[in-house]
């Protein structure tokens, strides 16, 4: 079972920056796209942003392109997102998956606990 752990998730300004974490619990990381999910309060999950195995960037979401930035770090089995330019429709609480392949579906139907990000206007 892949365990997936976010982390640095908090409160910021809008306008400000956040950069979340995720560490994964699995020995072939390297091989596995990665994505970003969030979901608002009375809200579907929805996509954010995802990165393929060699971490060449694949999808943003419109909502948080040009301000959102996916990377990942296979050695560390680590996928990060930089947030800049918050705005207060970006508080949610953030996940992150393992992706089918190069489409916005996430693989595993469990989730990890999530990290919280609250944007102050």
């Known amino acids: 079972q892949v365990q997936l752990v976010e982390s640095g998730g908090g409160l910021a300004q809008a306008g400000g920056s956040l950069r979340l974490s995720c560490a994964a619990s699995v020995r072939t990381f390297s091989h596995y796209y990665m994505g970003w999910f969030r979901q608002a309060p009375g809200k579907e999950r929805e996509f954010v942003a995802s990165?393929?195995?060699?971490?060449?960037?694949?999808d943003y979401a419109t909502s948080v392109k040009g301000r959102f930035t996916i990377s990942k770090d296979n050695t560390k089995s680590t996928v990060f997102l930089q947030m800049n330019s918050l705005r207060p429709e970006d508080t949610a609480l953030y996940y992150c998956n393992r992706v089918v392949d190069s489409t916005r579906v996430p693989y595993y139907t469990s989730w990890g606990q999530g990290t919280q990000v609250t944007v102050s206007s």
């Open positions: 990165i393929n195995w060699s971490g060449q960037i694949l």
